[in-house]
């Protein structure tokens, strides 16, 4: 799990702590497509040439589809209000409202739903501008039946994904952990080693390959944690120096190193009470964990080039992709 708003499941982490509507349509609500389900899509076609409304219809009705037409885009519009459906086949050129107005209205207020554009005007800038409004697909007529089905075939696994997705997020979202995304037996067992951790004030370490989102479980566990309201400081060891690293840190006084024109405040000090997290502590170096351990061991801490000692009440999480144990060693 890497450092994205929203992670889905890739590898395993350890945490280691000391009801249908109905309109005049006859619409019926869509239900999510699940990977291996036989139940139909709902499917709704968009053309003012009824020729081409019904030969998809028929298409579609032959493999197994519930599937709605209208004649304009107006119409289109009217429907959606009442409806939902997985996937739309519109076209691009219409009299009242074009196929563009279309999908940026199904992209901004039906996000889960896949478009898909047929038009007899195939151009590349069309196809292009299509693309770019957010429509899934771009086929130009005429077309066959079985390019037709191939195009439906690819819409779907496309909704299927964007439902699996939406359902991993909301899940995820309302159990507390935004951003860690999966309901697996593994993922259920990082979900239930962050309940136990996070109410307690134990420094932990995560475990885990670089990409598996031990900076999502970090937060995760701050969010859940009684100083969830107080400030979470992320930082990456493996960017910065011993020296900025300890600067940043701990804070320093005027004149402690070449550059040090001010004092300066470092996270402990501004972390009072919150969480610090720190990935890649393996590329620790020894004189900083010495710092460290001070602050671990009995919750004070030297600012760089000072002598007066301050006390902190900070929670650390630490994270690597490392075998510490060989390291010491």
Do not use: W
Request: net charge neutral.
């Amino acid at each position: 799990m890497g450092s994205s708003s929203n992670t889905v499941e890739r590898s395993a982490l350890k945490v280691v702590s000391a009801k249908a509507q109905h309109s005049p349509y006859n619409c019926r609500q869509a239900q999510p497509i699940r990977e291996g389900s036989k139940m139909a899509a709902r499917i709704l076609i968009v053309d003012d040439e009824l020729v081409i409304c019904k030969s998809c219809e028929k298409v579609f009705r032959r493999a197994g589809h519930d599937v709605v037409y209208a004649t304009s885009g107006r119409q289109a519009l009217e429907i959606l209000q009442s409806n939902t459906f997985d996937v739309i086949f519109t076209d691009l050129k219409m009299m009242d409202i074009g196929g563009l107005e279309v999908v940026q209205t199904v992209r901004q207020k039906y996000p889960e739903t896949v478009v898909v554009v047929i038009t007899g005007y195939a151009t590349i800038a069309s196809a292009v501008e299509t693309m770019r409004s957010g429509a899934f697909d771009y086929l130009p007529k005429p077309f066959t039946a079985t390019e037709l089905m191939a195009v439906l075939n690819r819409a779907l696994e496309k909704r299927r994904l964007v439902q699996i997705t939406s359902d991993e997020y909301d899940y995820s979202h309302d159990a507390g952990f935004e951003g860690l995304i999966g309901r697996s037996g593994r993922m259920q067992e990082v979900y239930s080693l962050i309940r136990k951790v996070a109410p307690t004030d134990c420094t932990t370490l995560i475990i885990g390959e670089s990409g598996t989102g031990k900076d999502l479980t970090a937060k995760a566990i701050h969010n859940q944690s009684k100083r969830k309201n107080e400030r979470f400081f992320a930082v990456d060891i493996s960017t910065l120096s011993s020296t900025l690293l300890e600067s940043e840190l701990f804070g320093h006084v005027k004149g402690s190193f070449t550059g040090a024109t001010t004092d300066k405040l470092g996270m402990f000090d501004v972390a009072d009470n919150g969480t610090i997290f720190l990935d890649e502590i393996g590329n620790l170096a020894p004189e900083t964990q010495a710092r460290l351990l001070r602050v671990l061991q009995e919750k004070e801490f030297l600012p760089v080039g000072s002598t007066t000692v301050k006390k902190v009440d900070v929670r650390l999480i630490f994270a690597t992709n490392k075998n510490l144990k060989e390291l010491v060693s």
